[in-house]
């Protein structure tokens, strides 16, 4: 029993070595590519392809030019074979988003509602899922699950989120959250789910910082692409960081916090107006607007800089503010080169490759890994 269950495990983990290659692989490749690569042999590998490719997995993309003989097949992942939904939960939005395996956005959609614990709320969070599956003809037999995302610390072992400030300051159960919705669930932390989508199949990112600028500010610590979490699970959050002692009142109770100079609150809510009318009246000269801006930008340089200092490393800017950042990302860049004492041209700020669904993207991908990993 023992010689078979470790031939069996063998053969697990050279199918799931030959699907990770091929997984990772930016463009097809041939069975002789993976067995050189893989250090495995041809019959070994050959016979992974099949058990894969009749799977559905991997799929046959055309031919390469020969070298004699008949032309080496091009293998490559069959992303669309499975999906995975993601939902972020905020104040005044429900996002949802459907990825396929390679984390490309399928469908994206956004809804106002206003945040409340509720079982009604959470209802209708449930209503829209299923609207949503119907609306884009998603194969249900293919979603490998639905990842819930939102500002909060949420605890397995209790079954317990605790939920931020800018949420409510009760507790909330998974039970709650997830019991009007039929599919496998997992519930994330907002940041963290939105670092995770940043670092999925950026190779060049073996440690990164990401930083989330919505309502609430937070962040993810990743490094080698596992997920910093700190002894109570507080790491990451930067918002609470203090950068100007005695200044600002925080939602926190305490002064002088990032959040309360860089929640997107400053920018729309505390002005009585949404972002997009900010950012439209800024590119039209609005000389008052210009004036928090720069001051936005001052302070925000301060919390990256601080960042940085610490952990020397990649520093992604994502959350709901990072789609209107383009044009000013050379402007926070020349601050935080002028903050340094060091030699940097600023280039290690980036910003978010998904932009304000990061997050959604991140809380889906939980399903994809796990499915990665027991493939």
Request: charged share 20%; glycine share 8%; with cysteine.
């Amino acid at each position: 029993m023992t010689t078979y269950n470790n031939t069996a495990e063998l053969r697990r983990q050279n199918r799931n070595r030959v699907f990770r290659y091929i997984y990772s692989s930016p463009t097809p490749v041939t069975k002789q590519d993976v067995a050189h690569n893989l250090n495995l042999s041809l019959p070994t590998v050959g016979q992974n392809l099949k058990e894969l490719q009749d799977a559905g997995l991997l799929e046959t993309q055309g031919t390469f030019d020969s070298t004699g003989g008949r032309k080496p097949r091009a293998i490559g992942l069959n992303a669309a074979i499975k999906c995975s939904i993601g939902i972020m939960l905020s104040n005044y939005h429900i996002h949802l988003v459907c990825i396929d395996l390679r984390a490309k956005v399928l469908y994206q959609e956004h809804i106002e509602r206003t945040f409340e614990i509720s079982d009604a709320y959470f209802e209708g969070v449930a209503s829209l899922l299923e609207n949503f599956i119907d609306k884009n003809q998603i194969d249900r037999t293919a979603l490998l699950g639905v990842g819930i995302a939102l500002p909060g610390i949420p605890d397995e072992d209790t079954g317990v989120i605790t939920l931020s400030r800018t949420l409510s300051s009760e507790n909330l159960t998974f039970e709650q959250l997830t019991s009007h919705i039929p599919y496998p669930c997992h519930v994330e932390n907002d940041a963290n789910a939105g670092g995770m989508a940043e670092w999925w199949n950026h190779a060049e990112h073996e440690n990164m910082v990401y930083l989330s600028i919505q309502r609430g500010v937070g962040g993810a610590v990743l490094l080698d692409g596992a997920r910093y979490m700190g002894h109570h699970h507080h790491s990451g959050e930067f918002g609470h960081m203090c950068i100007v002692p005695g200044g600002q009142r925080c939602l926190c109770g305490r002064r002088g916090c990032l959040e309360a100079y860089c929640s997107t609150a400053r920018i729309s809510t505390d002005l009585g107006i949404s972002r997009e009318e900010f950012f439209d009246a800024l590119e039209h000269g609005n000389l008052e607007y210009q004036k928090i801006w720069n001051d936005y930008l001052d302070h925000l340089s301060y919390g990256i800089n601080n960042i940085r200092m610490v952990l020397d490393c990649d520093v992604v800017l994502g959350g709901v503010l990072a789609q209107f950042m383009s044009p000013y990302l050379e402007d926070l860049r020349l601050r935080l080169r002028s903050l340094s004492p060091f030699d940097t041209d600023g280039k290690y700020l980036k910003l978010s490759r998904y932009l304000n669904w990061s997050t959604c993207v991140g809380a889906a991908l939980y399903f994809v890994n796990d499915f990665i990993e027991n493939i």
